[in-house]
């Protein structure tokens, strides 16, 4: 990485109201977290609500050792909270409401500094469902930064309109096998799954294209260099945020210069960790993910 090795993650915070109580969440915030944790420096841009939950969430931050300055608090609008639904497999399906605090994410001048001083930006789909949050992150993209986009489709807000110019702006995407077939879809593409992530990675000019698949691995595509991960069994205990970590530690090897086997072998080790604990932000040590690959 360049400038200071800073990463801006833009987006949702919330309330993940899990069948076992309510948990901290929200794909920026989870990237954020687990990114500091494997050593790298990173903020959270978002918006909460003037509420109890909104400064229990910004305590959490705090408590969890993330800068809190970039979390704005919006006066009308409350903080956001997910019905979080677990499937037979534990799978993830979700309940969003709107509007709520992070749709409002505004364009201050301490964010526009944020960006310009940045390395990278972590974002995604959801947060420009609205104008407001769209405006401002359409904004922060015109930056000379790497763009990283972390997809996250979620209904009914995973509209063509709305990703696709996104997606033409990243240089970095990352999405699941579902997501992929889904916007493949979107532009006419076809063939089997390593055909359409090579076709997309082309037709996006990525520089790198990431395709998890839950139990069964990951894809990456890397300047037209396709690597495979066949992933870690694990017993899931929910899969919220398993995808956020297989990111944050991508990432982390990535910029530390590590290859890409090595890069997708950690990811694929700290995402499988996640899905087989509780939550987005489950507690854990370095060393316990070199364990979980030795095992």
Same mark, same amino acid.
């Given at each position: ?9 833009? =987006?949702? *915070? ?5 069948? /076992? ?17 494997? =050593? ?24 969890? =050792? ?12 409350? &903080? /956001? ?36 001083? /940045? ?8 947060? /420009? ?8 992150? *359409? ?60 076709? &997309? ?39 919220? =945020? ?54």
């Amino acid at each position: 990485m360049n400038k200071n090795n800073q990463i801006l993650c833009f =987006g949702e *915070i919330l309330w993940d109201n899990l069948p /076992s109580g309510p948990v901290p969440g929200g794909a920026p915030m989870n990237v954020a977290l687990h990114l500091s944790r494997f =050593g790298i420096s990173s903020s959270v841009a978002s918006s909460i609500g003037n509420d109890k939950k909104g400064a229990d969430l910004v305590a959490f931050l705090k408590q969890s =050792g993330l800068r809190t300055d970039l979390v704005q608090v919006h006066e009308t609008l409350p &903080t /956001s909270e997910v019905l979080v639904f677990l499937d037979e497999h534990n799978t993830a399906s979700y309940e969003i409401c709107e509007p709520v605090a992070w749709d409002g994410i505004a364009l201050t001048p301490e964010l526009v500094a944020e960006a310009k001083a /940045s390395s990278a930006i972590v974002f995604g789909s959801l947060a /420009s469902r609205n104008a407001t949050s769209r405006n401002t992150l *359409i904004k922060l993209l015109e930056n000379n930064i790497l763009k990283i986009m972390d997809v996250n489709l979620r209904p009914p807000y995973d509209t063509e309109a709305n990703v696709k110019p996104l997606l033409e702006k990243a240089d970095i995407v990352k999405l699941n096998d579902d997501e992929l077939m889904k916007i493949t879809g979107w532009y006419n593409l076809s063939g089997t799954l390593e055909e359409r992530i090579i076709s &997309t990675g082309r037709l996006l000019n990525l520089e790198t294209l990431i395709v998890t698949m839950g139990k069964n691995g990951a894809y990456v595509l890397h300047k037209n260099e396709l690597f495979h991960h066949k992933g870690f069994k694990v017993e899931t205990e929910d899969s919220v =945020g398993a995808g956020d970590a297989f990111l944050a530690g991508f990432l982390a090897a990535f910029f530390d210069g590590k290859d890409l086997n090595t890069a997708l072998t950690e990811a694929s080790a700290i995402g499988a960790f996640v899905a087989s604990q509780p939550g987005a932000t489950p507690d854990y040590t370095r060393e316990v993910i070199k364990r979980f690959i030795k095992d």
